[in-house]
C-alpha cells in the first residue's frame, strides 16, 4: 500500500470511515487522495437535514487540508440522492487510478443502505479493479442489509485527533443528529479495544476486504 485512493458519494464519508488511517497513512509518507461523487446538497426536510454544496466544498478542502490528504477534482458531480453507476465518473477514476499509480483503493460497503453509498462502491470498485488492495469502509450508522463485520483494522491511536479535527470542519448537516461525529469516534473506541485487549485509551478504524493481493 503506498497509493492510496479513498473515495465517498458524499465530501464527509471518507473522513468518516478512513479519517485516522488517512492521516495515519500520510505520517508514514504514502500517497493518500480523497476523491467525491456527489454535489452532497441535501434537502431532507422531515428529518431537518440540510447540506448545500458550496459550503461542503470548502469545508472538505479544510478537512484534507487537517489530515494531509490531496483532494482529487477530476469528476464530473452527480447530484446528490442521485448517483447511479455511469461509465463517466468510472472512466475518470479508473483514468486517475492509472495515471497515479493507485494500488489501493478505499470505497463505501457494497452492502450499504444509503443509495449513493451503493453505487459509489459499484463506480469505484469496477474503476479499481486492477488495484491490488480494494477495502470497504462504513460511514454512516445505518444497520445494513448484510452485516458489515471487518477483518482488517488500523490502529488510528495517534491520529484520532486529527480525525476529530477533520470532522469538526464540517457543517451542522454532516453531523447527522448532532451525534455521528461523536457515535463514530465511539465505535473507533470500541474498536480500538478489540484490536488492543488493553487498558490503553486506543482506536482503531475497520474495514472489509473485497480484495488484497501480495506481490513478489
Ligand atoms: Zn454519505
Avoid at 470532522?167 to 480500538?192: K, P, W
Amino acid at each position: 500500500m503506498q497509493n492510496i485512493l479513498v473515495i465517498g458519494a458524499h465530501y464527509d464519508d471518507a473522513e468518516l470511515g478512513a479519517g485516522g488511517s488517512m492521516a495515519k497513512w500520510i505520517k508514514e509518507g504514502k500517497n493518500v487522495y480523497k476523491l467525491t461523487l456527489t454535489d452532497n446538497v441535501t434537502n431532507f426536510e422531515k428529518k431537518g437535514i440540510k447540506v448545500q454544496a458550496e459550503s461542503s466544498i470548502k469545508e472538505s478542502s479544510k478537512a484534507c487540508e487537517v489530515l494531509g490528504v490531496s483532494e482529487v477534482i477530476i469528476i464530473d458531480l452527480v447530484e446528490c440522492t442521485n448517483l447511479i453507476f455511469n461509465k463517466k465518473q468510472m472512466q475518470q477514476i479508473e483514468s486517475f487510478i492509472i495515471d497515479y499509480k493507485i494500488d489501493t483503493i478505499v470505497i463505501h460497503y457494497t452492502s450499504d443502505i444509503q443509495q449513493d453509498h451503493i453505487h459509489a462502491a459499484t463506480i469505484s470498485y469496477v474503476a479499481g479493479r486492477y488495484c491490488d488492495n480494494i477495502l470497504m469502509y462504513q460511514s454512516n450508522k445505518y444497520i445494513l442489509p448484510e452485516a458489515f463485520y471487518p477483518r482488517y483494522f488500523v490502529d488510528v491511536t495517534k491520529t484520532i485527533e486529527l480525525k476529530k479535527e477533520a470532522l469538526a470542519c464540517y457543517g451542522e448537516g454532516h453531523n447527522r443528529y448532532n451525534s455521528l461525529f461523536d457515535m463514530t469516534i465511539a465505535q473507533n473506541r470500541v474498536e480500538g479495544y478489540k484490536v488492543n485487549m488493553n487498558e490503553k485509551e486506543s482506536y482503531a478504524e475497520s474495514f472489509m476486504i473485497m480484495k488484497m493481493v501480495e506481490r513478489s
